[in-house]
């Protein structure tokens, strides 16, 4: 039975964290994660939880701790943002190639510089290459459900990776919107217990964790760890289904918001997802064929899924809230270009920069962008690849 209830999103996070009931949770405050290592540490002291909370002096320390819990055994999990994610930097490329399947809430944050508190996918796009898997919420709804997913996606023997569950700092961790939140039970035995097939205390089978790989065996372990995450597509299709079971509500690697007939669409991922559909709503009434896909599974990056997705349409506004630095657009700009091209989906694709620090996106620029999609395909428009979206 559901439970209708108020959260934000760090609330939500935490509650399905207390339904979980991990073994260990080493963490370091950051702005905007703090509140959820505050909200676990509450549960943990008022009894309601028997997790092993430890506190670090850093976030290196953090993964770190990490690392040795999940080696050791132990359900795990951490929390952080920003800066944070970059200081374990080192440790992220360890819990993946380890294949130690702990799982870390993001709450995205521009990495400074300039110094930012406020949200934008910097944070999580510079870890894209860290061999973990990340999926992004666009509401507090989506926060708590994808948090629910994580262990059963992480531990699947077909899997055994990392998972980054992220969301959107101050806009979706802190603002309070209506919930749905399972009752412990459905919860506690759709994740079930941890049963480690290999751990450093398991006194009958002793194992190394970590060792130096000489370079007869570095390269198949990398190549061992891509095909996990390429298997792990499947496995998050297979635990959303069984999701949907207890839940009713239904998730894939992507979500297509009226673009069964679209000939114009926008690729977003994220907060932002809810502004473009608004506008799609306020357009569909004025007769435009217009729609969103908004990408929920960034790692493993679903570049034929996509294409096949978008085959249908005229052009696409790629939205990256994200600067790459590589003087031709953001990561998704990048990405789904490469998987459009090498999938033979010879559309129009424009990517946009948005929302950098905290810069409102609003309904009237997508409106804006609509129309340039049309005017590109409908007049021949020249457009500027890689333009930022409300630049002063």
Known sequence: ???????????????????????????????????IPQMVSTYISNGEIDTEFIPVESEHSSM???????????????ATSSAGLALMWEELLLAAS??????????????????????????????????????YAENNQEAYDNFIQAYPIAEDARV????????????????????????????????????????????????????????NYAMEAKKNQEEALENSKEVILEVAKKFAEISGREYGLFEEYKTADADYIMLIMGSAAGTAKEAVDHLRSKGK???????????????????????????????????????????????????????????????????????DFTVNEVYDIFAELEDIVVNGKKVEQHKYIGLR
């Not at 944050?109 to 999926?135: E, K, V």
């Not at 055994?160 to 309070?176: E, K, N, R, W, Y």
């Not at 412990?184 to 097939?197: C, I, M, Q, S």
């Open 1 to 35: 039975m559901a439970i209708k209830e108020r959260m934000s999103g760090n609330e939500a996070v935490s509650f399905a964290i207390r339904q979980v009931n991990p073994d260990v949770m080493p963490a370091f405050p950051i702005t905007p994660s703090t509140e």
């Open 289 to 359: 064929k217009v729609g969103i896909l908004k990408l929920r599974v960034f790692r493993p990056f679903p570049a034929e899924e996509i294409a096949q997705a978008l085959k249908g349409c005229k052009a696409v506004a790629i939205m990256d809230r994200c600067e790459s630095y590589n003087g031709n657009g953001g990561p998704l700009g990048s990405e789904v270009t490469q998987g459009l091209y090498r999938s033979k989906v010879m559309i129009e694709a424009v990517n946009y920069i948005y929302g950098l620090a905290g810069r």
């Open 98 to 135: 380890n294949r130690l399947p702990l799982v870390m809430t993001l709450v995205n944050r521009t990495l400074s510089g300039p110094i930012n508190i406020n949200c934008d996918h910097s944070d999580g796009m510079g870890a894209r290459d860290t061999g973990w898997i990340q999926i």
């Open 160 to 215: 055994h990776l990392p998972v980054m569950i992220c969301q959107d700092g101050f806009i979706t961790s802190h603002a309070v919107e209506n919930i749905e939140l399972l009752e412990d039970k459905p919860v506690k035995d759709f994740v079930g217990e941890y049963e480690p097939e290999e751990y450093l205390l398991n006194p009958g089978k002793p194992i190394a964790v970590g060792p130096y790989s000489v370079s």
């Open 64 to 78: 770190s701790a990490a690392i040795g819990a999940e080696a050791a055994g132990a359900r795990t999990l951490t």
